[in-house]
Each structure stands twice: as structure tokens, then as C-alpha cells.
């Protein structure tokens, strides 16, 4: 037998052994059946780049601590030397349980006397936060997916090292694969001003490093204690200009209230994360006083910890709604926990409604999506394409009192993988200006009826499913 024949049949065995080795890792570390096994698909069946895939996106690294319990205790200490916080007998019923399984799953207590200000586009939320940044006297934490290299970007940064000059503390967490195209030279300055400049989870490639595949999504932008803002908008100019679809539709939040406390809680911890150091200063933490009448709880998830609390939060609200569930998402790939709950409620009456954008960024994400709106469909809930542009909002409105506005989508990726934040706001005027905000939307949006889904080519059809084995990956 040539030589040649015997090094391909070597290099197969070993291939083989090593997938074989791989799949029993996966059976061994006990994850969610659908993914395992979809991982073991990529590793059968996508020969020899099935293996790399896995080194860089499947290797499971959530058992790790993302915080030691003396580092917790440390900042718990200084959390809890400031601010008052309303227990869940503030709320009505029955969204009392929502908030103690939040306290109970997360440490997210629920605050009242917050005041919320909401954004549906990027000029007026990014001129409110440069007036804001302006007025800065103490510190500025800044923590965001992706800062773009672009006009508004560098703005931004050029408005933070102006601060940073001026005495100012200015902390600036991004993640790293969100700023992959992002030059080092950009953020060169903000390290020459003093800026405190902090790549999250950099990614080595030259280790095979599985971290490429838990991303820090949050975005989030704290001023003094006094005023924050959070939501679905990173720094770019595709924010305020949209992109070759149309508009960019987004949704943000600016918070004055107690309920900050929660999100420089997430920055602490966040930032221990990453450079393992907890701030010795008080003055970091202020007392906040009450702003408005908003009960709000603010809630952090992360691929590292036992509980998936975005995920159970969101079932919790879901299943104990009423009258209607309203969904905004650009990316519909929900867990069989979140599909099952979301039928479940379209069944017992619930008007509930899904809208999504008619063309994506993601495509293998928005092909799988499509999969499942047959599912919902014949549940008797109400799909919608956003039309005017690229839908990129996480909305939820429930029942006319509950709000969840953040940076989490409805996919699998935002509940298991991601670092995400989102706020849940108790509060029924808030709740109906959200509700006029989505009832506006859907005016630009075309609903998909069951028998003009069914109509759909055979080979869409195909494809949605075939890529919706992936969903868990994507």
C-alpha cells in the first residue's frame, strides 16, 4: 500500500479517536440534550473542521466562578452600605413571585423611585448621553459590546478622554470580539488620558480558545451614580444613520433612581471579572435618591453560574401574564423552555405577539428563526415583519404593567452564552408608553399569516429547518 494511502488512514483513526473523545466529553459534562447533540453533528459529520469548530465555540467553560465568594462578599459589603431597597410586597400581584425568584436566582433587589426616560433611535439617546457625559463631575463607567472606529465612535472616545483630562475617573469595558475590526490605535489615546481602558475576554487564537463564544453583550453607560442608560444601542453611527435596510430600530433606556445601584453592582462585578481588583472607594457608591415612581429590578446573566436567570425570569413573566405578551427581537431562536411557555400562553388566550425584522445582519440566524414562527403560528400567536428597516430591539411589555427592556434577545446565544442585561420595570405608565411605542412599530410591520407561511417554497423550507439543528450553536 503506498505511503500516502497509510498517512490518510493514520490521520482518519486519529480523526476519529479525537471526535470519539470529544463526544464523550460532551455526554460526560451532562448539557442541555439539543445541544450536545448538535455538537456531535458538527463533529461526525463536518470532517476535520468540525474538530476546530469545536476548540474555538464548544468547549464548556460555565462551571467556572465568574466572581470568588470572598470577592463577592467584599463588594456585597460596600453594596449594601448604601441605598434602600423595597421588598416584592411593592408590587402587585402576581408579580410578587417574579421578584423574589429575581432576588432569589440573581441578587437583584427591586428598587423604587427610578424615573425612565426610553429611546427608540440612536440621535436622541447618544445627544442625551454626550449632555450627560458633559456634566460629569466624579467618574464615568462606560461597558459596551462594540465601539465602532467611525464618526460617532470617535466622538465618543475624543468626549471620554476630554473627561479623563479634566480629573475625571472614566472606565471603559469592551469586549473584545465586538471590537474585533476596532484598531488598537483607537483606543491608544483613552490609555494615554488616564482612561482605564479594559478588553474583555480577549480572544488568542494561537490557544484554540473556546472564550470566542462568551461575549460580553452588555451596554451600558453609568454617570456619577446619577444617571445611566442601558438597552440595545452600542456606539456607532449605524445608530443614528441606519444601514442599507432602512432605519436602525432600537430600544434604550436612561435611568435616574436607586435602581443604578443594581447596574454599578454588574460593572463591579464585571470588572473583577476581568482584572480581579474591587474598588476600595465609597464615593464609587453613592446614596441615590428617588427620582420618579418606577419599581424597577435590574438583572445580570452570564454563561458562568448554576441558574440561567434572564431565562427563568422571563418564563416566570410569560407563563403569569394575563392579557398579552408583546416580544420585540432581531433574532428568534428560543430555548423548547421558551417556545413551550410562549404557546402555552397563546393557547389560554393571551394575545401574544412576536415582532421581528423582515431582513437581518445574521443570515444562518435569521434562517433558523424562521423555523420556528410555523410553531407559534399554529398556537394562535401573532407574528410580525418589521418593514421601515433593521428591528433590533429587546422589548418585552406585559399586561400593561411589566417592561423588560435590555440587551437580550430571544435566542439561545443571550440565554445560555452571553453576557447580558436587562431591566424589568413594574410600573403601568411606563408599561402603556411602551405599549404605544410597540402598537406604533407594528404600523410599519406586515403580519404573516399560517396560510401565507405554508405557501413558502419548499427549499426555504429546508433550509429554516436544516439550519435550525444549529440553533443552539448559532
Known amino acids: 500500500m503506498p505511503i500516502n494511502d497509510w498517512l490518510y488512514y493514520i490521520f482518519q483513526t486519529l480523526y476519529l479517536i479525537t471526535a470519539i473523545g470529544m463526544v464523550g466529553v460532551l455526554i460526560s459534562e451532562n448539557r442541555n440534550p439539543v445541544k450536545s447533540l448538535a455538537w456531535i453533528i458538527v463533529l461526525l459529520f463536518i470532517p476535520f473542521v468540525g474538530v476546530i469548530i469545536y476548540l474555538f465555540f464548544g468547549q464548556d467553560f460555565t462551571?467556572?466562578?465568574?466572581?470568588?465568594?470572598?470577592?463577592?462578599?467584599?463588594?456585597e459589603h460596600l453594596l449594601h452600605k448604601h441605598g434602600a431597597t423595597s421588598n416584592a410586597d411593592a408590587v402587585r400581584e402576581p408579580y410578587k413571585e417574579l421578584v423574589t425568584l429575581l432576588n432569589r436566582?440573581?441578587?437583584?433587589?427591586?428598587?423604587?423611585?427610578?424615573?425612565?426616560?426610553?429611546?427608540?433611535g440612536g440621535e436622541s439617546k447618544?445627544?442625551?448621553?454626550?449632555?450627560?457625559?458633559?456634566?460629569?463631575?466624579?467618574?464615568?463607567?462606560?461597558?459596551?459590546?462594540?465601539?465602532?472606529?467611525?464618526?460617532?465612535?470617535?466622538?465618543?472616545?475624543?468626549?471620554?478622554?476630554?473627561?479623563?483630562?479634566e480629573g475625571i475617573a472614566v472606565k471603559f469595558i469592551y469586549d473584545d470580539v465586538g471590537c474585533w475590526?476596532?484598531?488598537?490605535?483607537?483606543?491608544?489615546?483613552?490609555?494615554?488620558?488616564?482612561?482605564?481602558?479594559?478588553?474583555?475576554?480577549p480572544v488568542k487564537f494561537q490557544i484554540l480558545t473556546s472564550k470566542v463564544n462568551y461575549r460580553n453583550h452588555r451596554k451600558m453607560l453609568i454617570i456619577d451614580g446619577k444617571t445611566a442608560f442601558m438597552g440595545g444601542m452600542n456606539i456607532a453611527d449605524r445608530y443614528i444613520?441606519?444601514?442599507?435596510?432602512?432605519?436602525?430600530?432600537?430600544?434604550?433606556?436612561?435611568?435616574?433612581?436607586?435602581?443604578i445601584l443594581s447596574l454599578q453592582r454588574q460593572y463591579l462585578i464585571d470588572r473583577y471579572f476581568a482584572i480581579k481588583e474591587i474598588p476600595s472607594k465609597p464615593d464609587y457608591l453613592p446614596t441615590i435618591d428617588n427620582a420618579g415612581k418606577?419599581?424597577?429590578?435590574?438583572?445580570?446573566?452570564?454563561?458562568?453560574?448554576?441558574?440561567?436567570?434572564?431565562l427563568q425570569g422571563y418564563l416566570k413573566a410569560f407563563l403569569i401574564a394575563k392579557k398579552y405578551i408583546y416580544i420585540q427581537s432581531p433574532y428568534f431562536l428560543p430555548t423548547g423552555s421558551l417556545l413551550l411557555a410562549l404557546r402555552t400562553a397563546a393557547m389560554s388566550g393571551v394575545d401574544v405577539r412576536i415582532m421581528l425584522p423582515r431582513k437581518s445582519d445574521v443570515v444562518l440566524a435569521h434562517h433558523a428563526s424562521r423555523s420556528y414562527?410555523?410553531?407559534?403560528?399554529?398556537?394562535?400567536?401573532?407574528?410580525?415583519?418589521?418593514?421601515?428597516?433593521?428591528?433590533?430591539?429587546?422589548?418585552?411589555i406585559i399586561d400593561d404593567y411589566l417592561t423588560i427592556v435590555g440587551s437580550t434577545n430571544m435566542d439561545f446565544r443571550s440565554f445560555e452564552h452571553n453576557f447580558e442585561i436587562s431591566s424589568f420595570i413594574y410600573d403601568e405608565q411606563e408599561a402603556k408608553r411602551f405599549n404605544s411605542i410597540y402598537l406604533e412599530d407594528q404600523k410599519q410591520?406586515?403580519?404573516?399569516?399560517?396560510?401565507?407561511?405554508?405557501?413558502?417554497?419548499?427549499?426555504?423550507?429546508f433550509v429554516n429547518s436544516l439550519l435550525r439543528l444549529f440553533s443552539p450553536l448559532l
Open 445 to 461: 410591520s406586515t403580519r404573516i399569516t399560517a396560510s401565507y407561511w405554508r405557501k413558502r417554497p419548499l427549499k426555504k423550507r
Open 241 to 259: 444613520n441606519g444601514n442599507g435596510n432602512g432605519v436602525w430600530r432600537d430600544t434604550d433606556i436612561r435611568i435616574e433612581g436607586p435602581a
Open 63 to 75: 462551571r467556572q466562578r465568574m466572581i470568588t465568594k470572598r470577592g463577592m462578599r467584599q463588594l
Open 294 to 310: 418606577s419599581l424597577m429590578q435590574i438583572v445580570g446573566d452570564g454563561p458562568f453560574g448554576l441558574f440561567h436567570p434572564l
Open 373 to 396: 414562527i410555523r410553531e407559534v403560528l399554529n398556537a394562535g400567536v401573532k407574528v410580525y415583519f418589521y418593514d421601515a428597516g433593521f428591528l433590533h430591539s429587546k422589548l418585552v
Open 105 to 120: 436566582n440573581n441578587n437583584a433587589p427591586l428598587y423604587e423611585g427610578n424615573q425612565i426616560k426610553p429611546y427608540t
Open 126 to 165: 447618544l445627544q442625551d448621553m454626550i449632555s450627560e457625559i458633559e456634566k460629569a463631575q466624579h467618574y464615568i463607567w462606560v461597558e459596551y459590546y462594540i465601539i465602532e472606529n467611525d464618526n460617532f465612535g470617535r466622538t465618543f472616545r475624543d468626549l471620554l478622554i476630554k473627561k479623563a483630562k
Open 181 to 201: 475590526k476596532v484598531p488598537a490605535s483607537f483606543f491608544q489615546p483613552l490609555k494615554d488620558a488616564g482612561v482605564e481602558v479594559i478588553r474583555f475576554l
